[in-house]
């Protein structure tokens, strides 16, 4: 994507005064970081509106003037029309005011003070969010839905842990996102939101969507999900205030017989259900039950879960095995006299967090150096290899180097310092910011063994490390977590987490599959390193078995 600077004439810099430097970005959606110039570009907007509002409020008063001393001067005028114009001076005023004082009146309406706003605006609309933005953000806030188990109308009210700013939803917005849902053929998110903005409006909420509007999505969506029933008593109460809707009349019609349809077929299955149960032991059904309980706990549902705090799978007697302490790694000349804060995070796989470990100046210069270059995130395409972005990677990136600033290289290092490992070899430091509902679903750092030419073109091996730093707090959610082993580990603001990817056989640690959790409230900041395996000959020995 090309990135290039505004170059515009003197008169339309004038009208963006208040605007910071903005390059055209794609995906606002995807970076929280990003999106805080939106904010500095609709507050220039606000500004040029109140200037156009202010030069029409100045044309009316002019106007009104004009209009009030005019009134005055016909009153008296056609009280006695002979007498007035037989005064000369009232005569030619009058031949004056017609032939040249109305033309200049006339100009002064027609003259148009919206051409700063317009002007201004037409510059900035290439900086506005798209379609695609509106359609992310839109699912972004069901995803988040989804993951923390909210009801609508925890979000409709803004009541979110950990917001400062508290925002409500109009009915509008509720119906947007309802519709956006449809259009995704979502019907369950479609129900929700319908729902909502119904309840909104029966509470008596103004809006120029009406009942009826929403009705129709509403018990359509219904229908489409099986209830048939429920779809009838809305599509009812929707003739009740529309009796000539066409589609409502057509759907009445069409519910009411699939109802009876449906009413015939539920008897026929009670009789053969009823054959069916006294066949059926008790071993066979409670084995049956059993295992679609099991089958009911998939990936994503145990990801979720752990996003939410809970199904951590850490045992007292686990947990008492994990210990702080001051590390100098092997007492490193750099940390002898000043070894840093360490904490284990998880035991297996083996997780530790380094506390203070980058300071808020390096934060904001890493922050300040990253966001200009930052891009939709992207994945590796497991079939074609081509990199591509996904919808379940909700992140923007940015690659940092010593050339960039030498405070990159000291990072590098210290990394090196304190995990012991070579990192002439490793990945530039690769820099994320969240976006709207942020995230990364489950997903191995490492190449597995279907993926021979995962790393071919670096000539670095696999990445036998990750080295991810947190650089700011996160108000409610975003956590790293381990589906396979229950574990969550949770942003802290200059901490570091580190583990290894892979054994020292060199074979892939499957249980480091690891998440990025929907980021609920705030913005989140990361960096990471992605460490290989050439250059740690001599500093991780191989193993002899395959788990060593």
């Known amino acids: 994507m090309l990135w290039t600077r505004m170059e515009l004439p003197c008169w339309c810099l004038l009208l963006m005064s208040c605007l910071p430097s903005l390059t055209a970005h794609n995906d606002f959606f995807t970076s929280i970081g990003q999106m805080t110039d939106l904010l500095y570009t609709e507050k220039d907007l606000v500004i040029s509106l109140k200037d156009y509002i202010r030069a029409e409020e100045n044309k009316l008063e002019q106007v009104k003037r004009w209009a009030d001393k005019l009134d005055l001067l016909t009153a008296t005028a056609t009280q006695d029309?002979?007498?007035?114009?037989?005064?000369?001076?009232?005569?030619?005023?009058?031949?004056?005011?017609?032939?040249?004082?109305?033309?200049?009146?006339e100009s002064l309406v027609l003259r148009d003070t919206t051409d700063g706003f317009i002007s201004n605006l037409t510059i900035q609309r290439q900086y506005f969010p798209t379609d695609e933005d509106q359609t992310g953000a839109a699912k972004a806030l069901l995803r988040l839905q989804d993951t923390y188990r909210l009801d609508t109308n925890t979000i409709s009210i803004g009541d979110l842990p950990g917001v400062k700013h508290k925002s409500l939803m109009t009915v509008e917005d509720c119906y947007e996102l309802g519709k956006i849902?449809?259009?995704?053929?979502?019907?369950?998110?479609?129900?929700?939101?319908?729902?909502?903005?119904?309840?909104?409006?029966?509470?008596?909420?103004?809006?120029?969507?009406?009942?009826?509007?929403?009705?129709?999505?509403?018990?359509?969506?219904?229908?489409?999900?099986?209830?048939?029933?429920?779809?009838?008593?809305?599509?009812?109460?929707?003739?009740?205030?529309?009796?000539?809707?066409?589609?409502?009349?057509?759907?009445?019609?069409?519910?009411?017989?699939?109802l009876e349809k449906q009413k015939k077929a539920t008897e026929q299955e009670s009789e053969t259900d009823k054959e069916r149960e006294k066949r059926e032991t008790p071993e066979k059904e409670e084995?049956?039950?059993?295992?679609?309980?099991?089958?009911?706990?998939?990936?994503r549902k145990k990801y979720e879960m752990l996003c939410r705090g809970e199904g951590i799978k850490m045992t007292p007697r686990r947990q008492s095995r994990?210990?702080?302490?001051?590390?100098?790694?092997?007492?490193?000349?750099?940390?002898?006299?000043?070894?840093?804060?360490?904490?284990?995070?998880?035991?297996?796989?083996?997780?530790v967090r380094y506390l203070d470990i980058i300071t808020d100046a390096e934060m904001e210069r890493v922050k300040q150096l990253a966001k200009p270059r930052l891009r939709r995130a992207t994945i590796s395409n497991p079939i074609t290899g081509v990199l591509e972005t996904a919808p379940y990677r909700i992140s923007k990136s940015a690659w940092l180097t010593g050339y960039d600033d030498p405070m990159i290289d000291i990072i590098n290092q210290r990394i090196e310092y304190l995990t012991g490992l070579e990192i002439d070899t490793a990945e530039e430091l690769q820099v994320a910011n969240y976006g709207v509902g942020g995230q990364y679903e489950p997903h191995f750092d490492f190449g597995r063994?279907?993926?021979?030419?995962?790393?071919?073109?670096?000539?670095?091996?696999?990445?036998?490390?990750?080295?991810?730093?947190?650089?700011?707090?996160?108000?409610?959610?975003?956590?790293?977590?381990?589906?396979?082993?229950g574990a969550?580990?949770?942003?802290?603001?200059?901490?570091?987490?580190?583990?290894?990817?892979?054994f020292p056989s060199g074979e892939g640690d499957y249980s480091t599959r690891h998440a990025a959790c929907p980021v609920l409230v705030g913005n989140k900041?990361?960096?990471?390193?992605?460490?290989?395996?050439?250059?740690?000959?001599?500093?991780?020995?191989?193993?002899?078995s395959e788990a060593d």
């Open 81 to 105: 029309p002979e007498g007035f114009l037989g005064h000369p001076v009232n005569a030619f005023k009058l031949m004056k005011r017609l032939n040249t004082e109305w033309g200049d009146l």
């Open 488 to 502: 969550a580990v949770w942003p802290m603001k200059g901490t570091a987490v580190f583990w290894y990817n892979l």
């Open 181 to 258: 849902a449809y259009t995704d053929v979502d019907y369950y998110h479609t129900e929700l939101w319908m729902i909502q903005a119904l309840k909104q409006l029966d509470e008596g909420e103004e809006s120029p969507t009406d009942k009826v509007t929403v009705l129709d999505y509403l018990s359509y969506a219904i229908y489409q999900q099986g209830e048939i029933e429920r779809a009838l008593e809305l599509t009812k109460r929707l003739l009740q205030l529309d009796p000539e809707h066409q589609r409502a009349k057509g759907n009445l019609k069409y519910f009411e017989f699939q």
């Open 322 to 351: 994990l210990f702080c302490r001051y590390y100098d790694n092997n007492h490193n000349p750099h940390y002898l006299l000043s070894p840093v804060k360490q904490q284990d995070e998880w035991d297996r796989p083996y997780i």
């Open 287 to 299: 084995k049956t039950k059993s295992k679609k309980e099991f089958s009911l706990i998939p990936e």
């Open 449 to 485: 063994k279907d993926e021979p030419d995962a790393f071919k073109e670096l000539g670095t091996g696999n990445r036998i490390a990750t080295w991810l730093f947190y650089m700011s707090d996160v108000s409610a959610g975003g956590a790293t977590v381990f589906p396979d082993v």
């Open 525 to 544: 900041w990361v960096s990471n390193k992605w460490i290989h395996e050439r250059g740690q000959e001599w500093r991780r020995p191989c193993g002899l």
